[in-house]
């Protein structure tokens, strides 16, 4: 391979192929994988095909809104897989815990250099996911903290592009790095009814209802003013992508369809021991009940699981007897099955 100048989509890795890859491991959440996919599709298409001469088409950087637990680091970690780029995250709240913001965004910087094995001109083309963006605004700078707003001024000026110095004296340029940060931004959707313009076009055919309603669902960066974000912020996440809150049936599929999904690892676990993992499927429907209380979105599901499980890994390893293990429900012990050997 030669030295990393332009990063190279792979061949045929279209907007919905990327789509497509997304759907292996994130459940649901079809527009923001859309909307990610021909972002980071036109980023990268950009950037391979930068010339002298051509016009000079500006950066786009990412806001994804959403609740926690709904995905949003896990699409940003699976688009940098298959794109094959360096990707890190970082949380806005605890860079402005620190005194040093610009210390703690040039760890940042050197983190993505180390994942992309040292080669600068990869990290150069990487993912920086940011989350919490929308708590800057209560984070107010005491002595030992940098306030939201400083913080969201030295995340500006990597975000616009520039030549960063790290400690060992080398550079790295952010230009071509993409953004996306993240944050819930609770509430949101109250501003979005008070400021949407296109309320006063009637409409009478369905066609143009849906591209008024999709109008006013869009998150303008005025909208974010509200959640403490500065405009030269804002102004710097031209694209929105919406996360939705995950629904009882969404939690049912996250633990049972991704590939990676918590039924197949630990089916995949006890298959090593020569038993059979056998969950019915009422169980994850207890589970998901259980993680909607918790409200934390999807990230209930696994420790709830484990849980359940747990009793199950602890007696196999000692009945070399056992052949099938099967659950029935959450609140009653798992049926050891024996046959034989
Ligand atoms: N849409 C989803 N599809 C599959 N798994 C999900 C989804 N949303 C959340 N999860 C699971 O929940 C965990 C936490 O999700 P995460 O991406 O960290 O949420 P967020 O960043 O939005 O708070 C993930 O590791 C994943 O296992
Ligand atoms: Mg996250």
């Known amino acids: 391979m030669t030295a990393t100048q332009a990063p190279v989509l792979a061949k045929g890795l279209t907007p919905s192929a990327i789509v497509r890859y997304l759907d292996q491991y994130v459940v649901g959440q079809d527009d923001a994988k859309r ?14 095909n930068a010339r002298a001469d051509a016009i000079e088409l500006a950066k786009s950087n990412i806001l994804l809104i959403g609740s926690t637990g709904t995905g949003k680091t896990l699409l940003c970690q699976t688009l940098s897989r298959v794109l094959d780029v360096p990707f890190v995250t970082a949380d806005a709240v605890s860079l402005a815990q620190t005194e040093y913001v610009n210390e703690e965004i040039e760890a940042l910087l050197r983190r993505l250099i180390e994942r992309a094995d040292g080669d600068v001109a990869r990290a150069q083309h990487g993912i920086i996911f940011i ?28 975000m616009e592009g520039a030549p960063v110095q790290l400690k060992n004296h080398q550079y790295i340029d952010t230009s071509n790095i993409l953004f996306i940060c993240g944050g819930a931004f609770v509430g949101i959707e109250n501003i979005l009814v008070r400021t949407h313009a296109f309320g006063f076009i009637s ?101 709830i699981f484990e849980e359940m499980i747990t009793p199950v890994l602890y007696a196999v390893p000692d009945d070399k007897g056992i052949r099938r293990v099967v659950v029935t429900s959450l609140f009653e012990e798992a049926t050891l099955e024996r046959g034989a050997a």
Request: proline share 3%.
């Open 35 to 48: 909307t990610l996919a021909v972002a980071v599709y036109a980023h990268y298409r950009k950037l391979e």
């Open 131 to 158: 989350d919490e963006v929308d708590k800057l605004k209560a984070v107010s700078g005491g002595s030992r903290s940098a306030s939201g707003e400083a913080v969201q001024n030295a995340l500006l000026k990597i």
């Open 203 to 303: 409409s009478s055919d369905d066609d143009s209802q849906k591209i008024l309603d999709r109008l006013n669902a869009r998150v303008k960066p005025t909208d974010l003013f509200e959640f403490g974000l500065i405009p030269e912020f804002a102004g710097r996440l031209p694209i929105v992508a919406r996360m939705q809150d995950l629904s009882r049936d969404m939690l049912v599929r996250i633990m049972t369809e991704p590939k990676n999904s918590v039924y197949k690892q630990f089916r995949q676990i006890l298959a090593d021991e020569g038993v059979e993992l056998v969950i019915e499927d009422p169980v994850f429907e207890q589970i998901a009940d259980l993680a909607i209380e918790y409200k934390i979105g999807a990230r209930s599901l696994r420790g």
